[in-house]
T-cell receptor, first 110, second 114 residues
Framework: GQNIDQPTEMTATEGAIVQINCTYQ??????LFWYQQHAGEAPTFLSYNVLDGLEEKGRFSSFLSRSKGYSYLLLKELQMKDSASYLCAVREGNAGKSTFGDGTTLTVKP | DSGVTQTPKHLITATGQRVTLRCSPRSGDLSVYWYQQSLDQGLQFLIQYYNGEERAKGNILERFSAQQFPDLHSELNLSSLELGDSALYFC?????????????FGDGTRLSIL
């Protein structure tokens, strides 16, 4: 089984930078995904890490340390539309089974 | 638009009933995943099918079953429904079995049990 921990809520200011952390424990780690989910909508894919290091995609970056069981999602130049829940998901084994964290609700204020 | 289609969007039924949720994956995707999301829990993985075969199983109740048909669409059957089954049910799809591939989610079916 897996344990995935993320902060429940975070607040940040428009234009700022925010880092959302995710820690996990798993017996068969095979990749970590970040998804964004607006209230009542479907999750949408943001990033994927399987090797240690930083993956950058525009205003979004994601970092992974497999030895520490740790990842973070970095959001730069925050916009009001970034207010959403951010889900960390860990893939285990060779199939597509991914276990999701409970999500971090980010509120961006003017 | 993710390209994943789920029907119906909303479903209201009573305890003890049975319902079927339907999912059509993105064109070219062979894997279909089912998730349950309720208010007090996060996204819970139920089951994955790949090209018609069951590939991975999560915390799916025995009252629930799923299948993937030759045209790759999938159905999730929920029976002997209980109040606690009220939730948003998402279907997602990916190209292959899941290695390094993101899952693309449908808009979900909101199931309400009265």
């Amino acid at each position: 089984g897996q344990n995935i921990d993320q902060p429940t809520e975070m607040t940040a200011t428009e234009g700022a930078i925010v880092q959302i952390n995710c820690t996990y424990q798993t017996s068969g780690f095979n990749g970590l995904f970040w998804y964004q989910q607006h209230a009542g909508e479907a999750p949408t894919f943001l990033s994927y890490n399987v090797l240690d290091g930083l993956e950058e995609k525009g205003r979004f970056s994601s970092f992974l340390s497999r030895s520490k069981g740790y990842s973070y999602l970095l959001l730069k130049e925050l916009q009001m539309k970034d207010s959403a829940s951010y889900l960390c998901a860990v893939r285990e084994g060779n199939a597509g089974k991914s276990t999701f964290g409970d999500g971090t609700t980010l509120t961006v204020k003017p | 638009d993710s390209g994943v289609t789920q029907t119906p969007k909303h479903l209201i039924t009573a305890t003890g009933q049975r319902v079927t949720l339907r999912c059509s994956p993105r064109s070219g995707d062979l894997s279909v995943y089912w998730y349950q999301q309720s208010l007090d829990q996060g996204l819970q993985f139920l089951i994955q099918y790949y090209n018609g075969e069951e590939r991975a199983k999560g915390n799916i109740l025995e009252r629930f079953s799923a299948q993937q048909f030759p045209d790759l669409h999938s159905e999730l059957n929920l029976s002997s429904l209980e109040l606690g089954d009220s939730a948003l049910y998402f279907c997602a799809s990916s190209v292959g079995e899941g290695k390094g591939q993101p899952q693309h989610f449908g808009d979900g079916t909101r199931l309400s049990i009265l």
